[in-house]
């Protein structure tokens, strides 16, 4: 468009408006579906801190019965194993297993720090997490909530699923977590991939001595 001066104004095209609101109503539908979305819409925290939303999910048969897969990936004696298959982890602590809110579930709360890379090989830096894992046997159901105990402010939550397959035991896992600003850039380049990785190891439980 020509001003009366001569001179070129750039108006933004309805169209755009509209796109943008397009893929602001895409990204939140496939976070409520449970699809894989690495970032998402920026959130206002309880304590009053920005954060940004990454999800991701992924799921696995085990060749094994649910009778022993679930305590496998659910409870305490074996939790530092399952932790240790991501070449992340560097510390593990139990804390405390208390009674759940059900007859059939309990509380295990543990503190872990894992070394997180930044700046590809070239640099990394260790976030100390602490967990309370709440382990429902009636739901066959695993919730794994955590939080970074120092500066970064990172929460996640992992839902963790069984369902028996005869022989077999299907795992699913979602992931939702929040990350600061710039930070959450490296939950989305990484979160995906170390998920999938971690839980593609799950089986090494079963071979273990």
Same mark, same amino acid.
């Given at each position: 468009?020509?001003?009366? %001066? ?6 933004? @095209? ?13 990204? =939140? ?16 925290? =309880? ?15 085990? /060749? ?6 679930? $305590? &496998? ?13 991501? $070449? ?15 007859? =059939?579930?309990?509380?295990? +709360? ?17 976030? /100390? ?17 955590? %939080?970074? &105990? ?20 299907? +795992?699913?896992?979602? +992931?939702?977590?929040?990350? @600061? $600003? ?5 939950? *989305?380049?990484?979160? *995906?991939?170390? %998920?999938? !990785? %971690? ?5 090494? &439980? !079963?071979? =273990?001595?």
């Amino acid at each position: 468009m020509v001003s009366s %001066h001569g001179t070129s104004e750039c108006v933004t @095209p309805p169209w755009r408006d509209d796109q943008r609101s397009l893929q602001q109503t895409v990204l =939140a539908q496939r976070i409520d579906t449970g699809q894989d979305a690495l970032t998402g819409p920026t959130s206002g925290r =309880a304590d009053g801190r920005t954060a940004v939303k990454f999800e991701t999910s992924h799921t696995i048969t085990l /060749p094994a019965p649910i009778e022993e897969v679930f $305590p &496998l990936l659910a409870r305490a004696p074996d939790l530092e194993r399952v932790l240790a298959l991501s $070449p992340m982890l560097r510390s593990f602590r139990l804390l405390e297993t208390r009674p759940g809110p059900t007859a =059939a579930s309990e509380v295990i +709360v543990f503190e872990f720090v894992e070394e997180v890379p930044v700046l590809g090989p070239w640099g990394r830096t260790r976030i /100390p997490m602490r967990c309370e894992q709440t382990v429902d046997a009636d739901a066959s159901r695993v919730d794994y909530r955590s %939080h970074s &105990l120092r500066g970064v402010g990172i929460t996640v939550h992992k839902e963790r699923t069984f369902e028996s397959r005869g022989a077999a035991t299907r +795992v699913s896992e979602t +992931v939702h977590g929040e990350a @600061p $600003p710039g930070i959450h850039l490296l939950a *989305r380049r990484s979160a *995906r991939r170390q %998920h999938v !990785l %971690h839980m593609e190891r799950y089986g090494e &439980l !079963l071979t =273990a001595d």
